[in-house]
């Protein structure tokens, strides 16, 4: 099928697809999964304004395309591996699949990407800091070494 006849409904998903920045081929396999229908990659291409086939492409899908590039670059929420704790999740679970399996290197490789993801937080160690956040004072030390002679 050509993509001048796709109903509206179908090149609405495409120029979606594209502004969620899905290649071509990617979404012509999804066209062809959710829709039963197939399509051209180049044909694809004429639905992304960014790239030269698409630079005629009408207001309306233009708009589409714009509105959800937009929601898609500053809405996360939906994207489960952009949040620390989805990342983390993942992680626990690989780390004790590979400790059931007796998988020492991957169990300590898990554990040190939870501490990256954590902040590159590898030990308990918390920095110090005196009334409202000022520095604290230097130490004051009780002994001196000896110069042994060195002046």
């Keep these: 099928m050509a ?3 796709l109903p509206d409904h179908v090149k609405v998903f495409v120029v979606q697809a594209l502004a969620c920045f899905d290649s071509p081929s990617t ?3 999804a066209v062809n999964q959710e829709f039963g229908i197939k399509i051209a990659r180049q044909h694809v291409e004429k639905y992304d304004p960014t ?4 630079q005629h492409l009408s207001k309306k899908y233009r708009a589409i395309f714009d509105a959800t590039r ?8 939906n ?11 993942l992680i626990q679970r690989i780390g004790e699949k590979a400790e059931r ?3 020492l290197s991957l169990t300590l490789q898990a554990a040190e990407q939870a501490a990256k993801e ?13 009334k409202d956040g000022k520095d604290l004072p230097a130490p004051v030390h009780i002994f001196q070494l000896p110069d042994n002679g060195r002046g």
């Design 79 to 89: 994207i489960g591996w952009s949040h620390r704790s989805t990342r983390l999740r």
């Design 118 to 130: 954590s902040g590159n937080a590898f030990t308990n160690r918390h920095e110090l800091t005196g």
């Design 51 to 54: 790239k030269l086939a698409g």
């Design 3 to 5: 993509s001048s006849v």
């Design 27 to 29: 979404v012509v396999e």
């Design 101 to 103: 399996m007796g998988n």
């Design 70 to 77: 937009d929601g898609f670059i500053g809405d996360t929420r």
